[in-house]
């Protein structure tokens, strides 16, 4: 009866420990930050106009979520929204902000949910899902036990400006991992990115010292992201880029795109192509910075902004991809659909018309030249490429989510 008791306890023991064991074991991947691609961080505005601006739109406005909301995006109150979320450059100083009167945020700077939805509405939800973020991300790992605003943090940023810009940015970023490190038991951390937000995370860790890499960093995953830039930028600076969301006017959205840092730093690169990638009667240009300038002069008199977001963001170096950020990192990207590629404006008023698109193979956003650039590194990097899943699948979906976590546990 004793040795039949202490028999029990030993398995209850047992037991216990290897259960404890698989709970510490499932706990034990890397404290993550996430960080967003363009267009998925919540901006808030407040509109305090002295006078009007010829716009027609309210001179008043308390703090509001400006960005993602879609009931601000239907056509009755879309200019108002693209007209508090434009930006204006000052060529004296080379300088963007938000226009006189207007103040904008970013939300959420540290916590999960600041990356989860953009938009959590029902309508939202109805719009293709345009309102989620990395919502079936982090809810995976809620699952394998890890903790909101503590083991999963989020690190949006305003993407209308570029990395060169965003000085401000990097350095709560920096204190952010060095907080989470120390909130997870001295635990170094992984950075999770989706499309550009790739491009931030890379700038950062190439900034940091090896020593601080290897003390505060465990890998860097980044998923669909542009390296040698996208279409989709090429199209916000001609005839505009609606997401392909048919209720959204190209050249009312325009008037903001043009005015982003982020959609210079997202042209595509002339290493990667070299042909013309805009065609019309009076001229095709190909991406090299002088190309590019004159497509701009000719389109709207200015190409500061352009040579500006170049230089500070180093893209003028002989290389598309930056330098390998010197810790552990996986490329993960879809590929196999179809998607744009060349703009014809031939026969077509340049740019106020639509132009003829002629794709190529991609995630039906970037290219897949533009996303497996990343190949180029000589580095520890661990590439993969998933046919067949689309630019946004890679990080919304189970699909791409399995990819993700795959990298983050080195399965
Ligand atoms: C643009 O390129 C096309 C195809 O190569 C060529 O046929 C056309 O003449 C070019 N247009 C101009 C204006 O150079
Ligand atoms: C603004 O940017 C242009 C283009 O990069 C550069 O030539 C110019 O010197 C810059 N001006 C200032 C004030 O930084």
Redesign the pocket.
């Known amino acids: 009866m004793r040795q039949l008791f202490l028999l029990v306890i030993l398995i209850i023991v047992i037991c216990h420990g290897q259960l404890s064991i698989a709970n510490a074991r499932t706990r034990k991947g890397p404290p993550v930050i996430i960080i967003p691609g363009t267009g998925a961080s919540i901006i808030e505005a407040e509109v305090k106009r002295a006078s009007d601006d010829g716009s027609g739109c309210p001179r008043h406005k308390d703090w509001f979520r400006a960005w993602l909301n879609v009931k601000e995006m239907f056509p009755t109150r879309l200019p108002c929204l693209i007209n508090d979320l434009r930006l204006t450059f000052d060529p004296e100083t080379n300088i963007s902000s938000a226009p006189a009167g207007t103040r904008t945020r970013v939300v959420g700077f540290g916590t999960a949910s600041s990356v989860e939805y953009m938009d959590h509405s029902w309508l939202a939800y109805f719009l293709f899902n345009i309102g989620t973020n990395a919502a079936a991300l982090i809810k995976r790992l809620l699952h394998l036990g890890y903790e909101r605003d503590v083991s999963i943090r989020g690190a949006p940023y305003d993407f209308r400006f570029s990395m060169g810009s965003d000085v401000n940015y990097f350095q709560r970023l920096k204190l952010l991992v060095e907080e989470t490190y120390h909130l997870n038991g001295d635990s170094p951390v992984s950075l999770i990115s989706h499309s550009m937000g790739g491009l931030y995370s890379v700038w950062f860790l190439n900034q940091q010292t090896k020593e601080w890499k290897d003390k505060f960093i465990d890998s860097c995953i980044t998923v669909s992201a542009p390296w040698g830039g996208s279409a989709a930028s090429l199209l916000s600076v001609t005839s505009g880029y609606n997401l392909h969301i048919n209720f959204v006017d190209p050249l009312v959205v325009r008037k903001a795109q043009v005015t982003y840092e982020s959609t210079y730093l997202m042209l595509p690169s002339p290493l990667i192509w070299s042909k ?1 990638l805009v ?1 019309t ?4 240009y190909t991406m090299t910075a002088n190309d590019v300038s004159d497509m701009l002069e000719t389109l709207r008199g200015s190409s500061q902004l352009y040579r500006h977001v170049m230089e500070i963001n180093s893209l003028t170096r002989p290389s598309v991809m930056p330098p390998h950020p010197g810790v552990p990192t996986f490329c993960l990207h879809g590929a196999g659909i179809s998607t744009e590629n060349e703009l014809h404006f031939e026969g077509r008023n340049f740019a106020d018309e639509q132009p003829k698109v002629v794709f190529t193979d991609g995630d039906g956003t970037v290219s897949r030249e533009s996303l497996s650039a990343c190949n180029q590194w000589q580095g520890d990097t661990v590439h993969v490429q998933k046919e067949g899943v689309t630019h946004g699948a890679m990080w919304l979906t189970e699909r791409g989510v399995d990819e993700i976590l795959n990298a983050l546990f080195r399965k």
Do not use: H, K, T
């Open positions: 013309p065609y009667d009076d001229r095709n």
